[in-house]
């Protein structure tokens, strides 16, 4: 039993927080919001220079052959950015729903960035990135499909977080379409189960991220705000809250890591797992962002503040990959807790 | 990264599991916060050390098993799936023995372990005093400087010690140098005194805690002579001595994730035999105290890495505290609302219902432990 991860796999995070730091501060996020993609094409271009945007996809492909395990952590410093761009969708979903696919020759243009790929694979039919992508992956539950974006028909819709604004698919379902089976990716219900899977976990790492942010955020901002004479970051009660914020995160960490590892390791237990990292990642980003939105008081409450793109990126990923009720019926079902139902026993 | 045991880490899983299930009464023991529970309790004691079981973590030369704290893990989680009893000596094995292992003198470890290992000798507290809850360095018990008897002189008031009144020892801090003026001085000039509690001048009185076991007992201690031998770490240097201990308490050693694991365990059980099944928010309740425990042995299972690893465990142990004396309670009033109208009733959930009240009371009140994450975790300023 060891719990930590290695020299490299930390080395690879710390490097990767650093381009963000330089390459994605909050005015890159706030661009995106503003409608302007520029700056999150350099980002991307500098995301795909350092390797990560391959980070999955096989050496022989020009990728690094890594694993979710060895970039959780990376994804957790894009989301602690709130990166404006489809890291999750295109590094992680499609790398792995490409790889052995019909369509693997398109691997190389993850690799240098060239792929920008949208997912819709909830049965929503919202696409996220808009504006950004040019490939769009959709599924319709049996098969899932790789398609170009002018061949995509969508419709723009207003999103709660700008920064990651979404369309509509049009004229589902996909297999209708004319040129389908030239953009058919995967049938096979493991293979797209698993990309599903590896989506939720990258998304509850990128909420871990977020959650940190905002929590350290806040932390500065109360012990320089003052009130009554001295910093408000004196007053027990948000230090309480505050404690307790912290609480959530670090008990929501260990669950985020430990599931990358069944995910990576494939064991019997990792659909739950990475389900529960994904319920706990939720609702310590969502316990944080309630709670720094607290403490910045009045000076919170405004699209002026950095803030709410936090707020609005942790609102946009809870409810995205994996909603909290469909996980816990999951989780219900794999503890098989389900079968004691009242339902169940009357059988 | 790998969250597997090792072949041999099973191995001592399994030597645990197969003797456990032989050994351990079929019928649970009464409990052993009362005097008739707590004698039953002192005969299971003696057969775990017997069997080289009361003390695994320690070297083998004290009764142990050199268990590391992986074994450890393994150890208290199958302690708890069999369903063994409650351990009564747990005061002195995981507070008092850590501290000894830390700070004491080869003369001491020699001379005290192997009798608390065995179960001969039984510690118990004796740091709060009626005016020193969450304060503890306010506390006023004396001790008194004895040159020619070479000792010292206790004197005042403990109290909420746990099981003082069937317990043979005790442990805790006394003041023997008076306290500086200022407020960040106040932790000095404190001693860590060892006590039997037959030494001429010691009186106890047990009283009961809220489920009603005399569980708890006021010590008195006037002019009670304790000899220098008994001094556990440097004479006014108690505060950092004792500090050690309540970092081991409220840490790993009393609350392991096996506890937990066993009791949403049984809570299943509970579950399943409920006339007319669970509904769908009791199930989704299910789901989350399993989502509480899990988080705790994911969370205990990178700690005890990194403590193999060197790191000190610090602050950090506050949120281990508040994170399983919250989940005690949830895992309780989910299995009271199981329970239904049974709940009326006194048995193992509603008397561990409210034994799990005190979680966020002792070692340190929850309100403390927020204090302690919120200044020295995030670096918020002090404001007590």
Same mark, same amino acid.
């Given at each position: 039993m060891r719990f930590a991860f290695s020299q490299d796999q930390l080395a690879l995070a710390e490097g990767v927080g650093a381009v963000l730091d330089d390459r994605c501060p909050p005015s890159v996020v706030r661009s995106v919001w503003n409608g302007e993609q520029e700056p999150a094409q350099q980002l991307w271009l500098r995301l795909a220079d350092i390797g990560l945007l391959g980070a999955l996809v096989p050496e022989a492909d020009g990728g690094l052959g890594l694993t979710e395990l060895d970039i959780v952590l990376c994804l957790e410093e894009s989301g602690r950015a709130a990166v404006p761009v489809p890291l999750v969708e295109t590094a992680v979903v499609a790398a792995r729903l490409l790889a052995g696919s019909p369509q693997a020759e398109r691997l190389p243009a993850v690799v240098d960035g060239e792929l920008r790929v949208s997912v819709a694979l909830d049965g929503s039919g919202l696409l996220p990135w808009s504006g950004f992508w040019n490939w769009a992956l959709v599924g319709d539950g049996k098969a899932v499909y790789l398609v170009p974006a002018p061949e995509c028909p969508v419709e723009p819709v207003s999103a709660v977080d700008r920064a990651r604004p979404m369309a509509e698919l049009v004229g589902m379902p996909v297999e209708a379409w004319p040129s389908a089976d030239r953009y058919l990716l995967s049938d096979d219900p493991r293979r797209i189960a698993l990309a599903r899977q590896s989506g939720t976990l990258a998304t509850a790492a990128q909420l871990i991220g977020l959650a940190e942010r905002m929590l350290s955020m806040t932390v500065?901002? +109360?012990?320089?705000?003052?009130?009554?004479? +001295?910093?408000?970051?004196?007053?027990?009660?948000?230090?309480?809250?505050? /404690?307790? /914020?912290?609480?959530? %995160? =670090?008990?929501?960490? !260990?669950? +985020?890591?430990?599931?990358?590892? /069944?995910?990576?390791?494939?064991?019997?237990s990792a659909g739950r797992d990475v389900a529960a990292a994904k319920i706990r990642a939720g609702e310590a980003a969502g316990r944080v962002a309630r709670t720094a939105l607290q403490c910045h008081g009045g000076m919170g409450y405004t699209q002026e503040s950095d803030l709410h793109l936090w707020l609005k990126r942790t609102w946009a990923l809870q409810a995205s990959w994996g909603q909290p009720g469909e996980l816990r019926a999951d989780i219900a079902r794999a503890l098989g807790i389900q079968s004691l139902g009242s339902g169940g026993r009357n059988d | 990264m790998d969250l597997t045991y090792s072949a041999r880490e099973e191995q001592f899983r399994q030597e645990a599991r197969t003797w456990l299930q032989v050994n351990v009464p079929a019928q649970p023991l009464p409990s052993g916060d009362t005097r008739s529970g707590f004698a039953e309790h002192l005969h299971w004691e003696r057969h775990l050390f017997q069997a080289g079981w009361s003390v695994v973590s320690w070297p083998r030369e004290y009764g142990g098993r050199d268990a590391d704290l992986w074994q450890w893990l393994i150890f208290e989680e199958e302690y708890y799936r069999a369903g063994a009893p409650q351990r009564v000596t747990q005061n002195g094995i995981f507070l008092l023995a850590p501290t000894l292992f830390q700070f004491g003198t080869e003369e001491q470890r020699d001379r005290i372990l192997p009798r608390m290992a065995a179960a001969d000798d039984l510690w118990c507290q004796a740091w709060s005093e009626p005016g020193a809850g969450s304060d503890l360095a306010g506390l006023i018990s004396r001790a008194t400087r004895d040159d020619a008897a070479g000792g010292w002189l206790l004197n005042g008031q403990k109290t909420w010690s746990t099981r003082g009144a069937f317990c043979t020892h005790a442990f805790g801090l006394f003041r023997s140098a008076a306290p500086a003026d200022s407020e960040r001085q106040r932790h000095r000039g404190l001693t860590y005194f060892m006590v039997p509690l037959d030494a001429p001048g010691v009186t106890v009185r047990g009283f009961s805690r809220l489920d009603g076991d005399e569980g708890f007992a006021d010590l008195f201690f006037s002019d009670v002579f304790? !000899?220098?031998? #008994?001094?556990?770490?440097? %004479?006014? #240097?108690?505060?950092? %001595?004792?500090?050690?201990?309540?970092?081991? =308490?409220?840490?790993l050693t009393l609350r392991? !994730?096996?506890?937990?694991?066993?009791?949403? =365990?049984?809570?299943?059980?509970?579950?399943?035999?409920?006339?007319?099944? +669970?509904? =769908?928010?009791?199930?989704?309740?299910l789901v989350s105290s399993w989502l509480d425990v899990e988080a705790y042995a994911r969370y205990t299972e990178q700690t005890v890495t990194r403590i193999v690893d060197g790191v000190e465990l610090g602050a950090q142990s506050s949120l281990n505290k508040l994170h399983w004396s919250e989940l005690d309670i949830s895992l309780h009033e989910l299995a009271l609302e199981l329970l239904g109208p049974q709940a009326v009733l006194d048995g193992p959930w509603t008397k561990g219902y409210q034994f799990s009240l005190s979680g966020p009371i002792y070692a340190g009140t929850n309100e403390i432990q927020r204090d302690i994450a919120a200044e020295r975790l995030l670096g918020l300023p002090r404001s007590r």
């Open positions: 500065h901002y +109360v012990k320089q705000r003052q009130q009554f004479g +001295v910093p408000i970051g004196s007053f027990q009660a948000l230090k309480h809250a505050l /404690a307790n /914020a912290l609480l959530a %995160v =670090e008990m929501a960490r !260990p669950l +985020v890591h430990a599931a990358a590892w /069944a995910h990576v390791q494939d064991t019997t | 304790v !000899p220098d031998r #008994d001094v556990l770490g440097a %004479v006014h #240097d108690g505060w950092r %001595v004792a500090m050690a201990t309540t970092g081991s =308490e409220r840490g392991s !994730p096996g506890r937990f694991r066993a009791s949403f =365990e049984r809570l299943c059980d509970l579950a399943r035999s409920r006339p007319g099944g +669970v509904t =769908e928010r009791l199930a989704d309740r």
